[in-house]
């Protein structure tokens, strides 16, 4: 009897467990297989694979847009806007971890202030902002926003947060051989951190590839796109959306970001997990 | 001796400052300043192309006091809320608890619950876009027509619209409470447990009398950053449904992006992202307090 029982609820736990599977991986394989379709097999009786296997899907949507062009945009915008919020909160954190200098905690909770500041609040006036210094339509906002807004605030807490822990006698030791704080920050510091300073590079380079608000208003011209622009761009620009083609373009858009997960998947839900409870 | 300490010391204010000083001149620059900007926008009439047409004071407010779709929009973000809120941390909360945090099953969930997590929200948008087709085109109504249903046209019908933004935003946001909840339960005494169990306590009430009540502090700050989350939300809506069927999906961000980028009314966009601004400010006063309390309780 109570074994009868445990293999029903063996039986029913294992079911959740696929259940829970198929609904998330099904969106995903969806995109994949029909970004294989053509644009009248898309809508029909759903198949587990693609109908027509069209790979020139793959070609065409470098041709009705500069779809190459707006992945390279991503990549510069992602690397120096993950570069920058590294460096900029790493100096800061460590500043505001170990440096004694007056106003430094008021400052710090100032600082705080940012990771609370919703993007939604402050872009109409960073609009004329980068206006005026003819930055609009330009990629520099784009590389700016994550450095100093509230990404950045994040990774500077995060950072302020591992320098406490790190053991003064090590800068000791490296006081008494005759370092200055800026060479102790450089060879000592950074090269013991870089596992943290990994983790706020992945969530800061996440948060770049996959911004769409930013782009949208301060990016217009077709040569300035972002992934998450060229993606919704598939549909309007040229008549008739072109469905099956805005598949593929989110599949190679998808593409890293899920091989990268695969490869760093507990360093990457870790660290997500952290800053979801900012 | 006494004064090369003192030149140490202002030496290593002096770095302290350097060091700090690109982090908060950005802040100043790409924060506080817009902050105190889109006050001062609240009070002008400001127009996109036109610029500042002059100080105009609270007649902004008093257009937003009459505004009915200011007020559809401030109900549908509600609705949005209390749609996604719930149905994520009951949803979040109970897979965690089922699932516990080491057993095989539970590690296969984690890796998979959290891929929409790290998809950008654009491309989740984009498919759940197609899913949800109405007629037969789409798979859920397809799925939905194996059992007999004739699922509606999701995307085009007043208040369904709305029931399909808050699904794909759940599915896309879950991982994340669950992988929460899981860190949670996985750190229940487990001597408290053990109590319970041996005074006899049924499974549900050792869920309701000791799990639930100890869980709390971690469920209250899930919550207020879930319901931040949703206040802020903008690009399922604008990808599924651009705001509609009649403005039925709406939400406060779409309106700011509205008013300011497509019709122009920069002075307008910003009275509504003040009301954002003060809506997220108290959520982060409460927020901040419950932490207070939480790690009071962890001492």
């Not at chain 1, 450089?186 to 948060?207: D, G, Q």
Request: charged share 10%; net charge positive; proline share 5%.
């Amino acid at each position: 009897m109570k074994t009868d029982r445990n293999i029903a609820y063996n039986i029913i736990y294992y079911i959740v467990i696929a259940a829970i599977v198929v609904v998330f991986i099904y969106p995903f394989w969806w995109m994949v297989t029909n970004s294989l379709n053509n644009i009248n097999e898309i809508f029909g009786k759903p198949t587990l694979l693609p109908k027509s296997w069209m790979w020139e899907n793959y070609i065409e949507i470098f041709r009705v847009q500069p779809f190459a062009r707006h992945y390279l945009n991503t990549v510069i915008v992602a690397l120096l806007g993950t570069l920058g919020n590294v460096l900029v909160s790493a100096l800061s954190g460590y500043a505001f971890a170990r440096l004694r200098f007056p106003g430094r905690s008021a400052l710090f909770i100032l600082l705080l202030t940012a990771l609370m500041m919703p993007i939604e609040v402050t872009i109409v006036p960073m609009y004329f902002m980068m206006n005026g210094i003819g930055a609009n339509d330009t990629l520099v906002p784009l590389v700016l926003i994550p450095i100093f807004c509230s990404q950045g605030a994040f990774s500077a807490f995060l950072l302020r947060q591992h320098f406490i822990t790190v053991p003064k006698e090590l800068e000791e030791a490296a006081r008494l051989d005759g370092l200055r704080p800026v060479g102790i920050f450089f060879r000592i510091m950074l090269p013991i951190s870089v596992p943290v300073l990994s983790s706020a590079a992945i969530l800061a380079f996440l948060s770049v590839w996959n911004m769409y608000l930013e782009p949208l208003v301060f990016v217009s011209s077709l040569d300035k796109f972002t992934l998450p622009l060229s993606l919704s761009n598939f549909n309007d620009t040229y008549g008739l959306p072109q469905w099956n083609l805005q598949l593929a373009a989110t599949t190679l858009s998808v593409i890293p970001v899920m091989a990268f997960y695969l490869v760093f998947q507990n360093k990457i839900s870790n660290a997500m997990v952290t800053s979801g409870m900012k | 001796m006494r004064g090369k300490r003192s030149k140490l010391e202002r030496g290593e204010a002096l770095t302290g400052y350097l060091f700090i000083l690109p982090q908060m001149l950005g802040f100043l620059i790409l924060v506080l300043v817009p902050l105190v900007m889109i006050f001062m926008y609240s009070f002008e009439s400001r127009n996109l192309l036109f610029g500042n047409m002059g100080f105009t004071g609270i007649d902004n407010y008093k257009t937003l006091i009459e505004d009915d779709l200011f007020f559809l929009t401030l109900r549908n973000t509600i609705v949005f809320s209390l749609g996604v809120v719930p149905l994520n941390l009951v949803l979040s909360l109970a897979l965690a608890l089922y699932l516990g945090a080491n057993a095989a099953g539970a590690k296969v969930v984690r890796s998979v619950i959290f891929l929409p997590v790290i998809t950008s929200g654009v491309a989740w948008a984009i498919v759940f876009t197609y899913l949800f087709q109405g007629g037969t085109a789409g798979p859920i109504n397809y799925i939905l027509s194996l059992v007999g249903i004739e699922g509606p046209n999701w995307l085009h019908e007043k208040g369904w619209a709305m029931f399909a933004v808050v699904i794909s935003r759940v599915l896309k946001n879950l991982g994340m409470n669950v992988l929460i909840f899981m860190g949670a339960v996985l750190n229940l005494p487990q001597d408290v447990l053990e109590a319970g169990r041996i005074d006899g306590a049924t499974k549900p009430r050792l869920f309701w009398s000791i799990k639930l009540p100890l869980l709390m502090p971690s469920i209250l700050m899930v919550m207020i950053v879930t319901v931040i989350g949703s206040m802020r939300v903008f690009d399922t809506i604008k990808l599924m449904t651009d705001g509609g069927p009649e403005g039925s999906t709406m939400v406060l961000v779409y309106y700011i992006y509205h008013q300011a980028f497509r019709t122009f009314n920069i002075g307008y966009a910003a009275a509504v992202a003040v009301v954002l601004f003060v809506i997220v400010l108290i959520l982060t006063i409460i927020q901040w307090s419950l932490r207070r309390r939480a790690s009071f309780y962890e001492d």
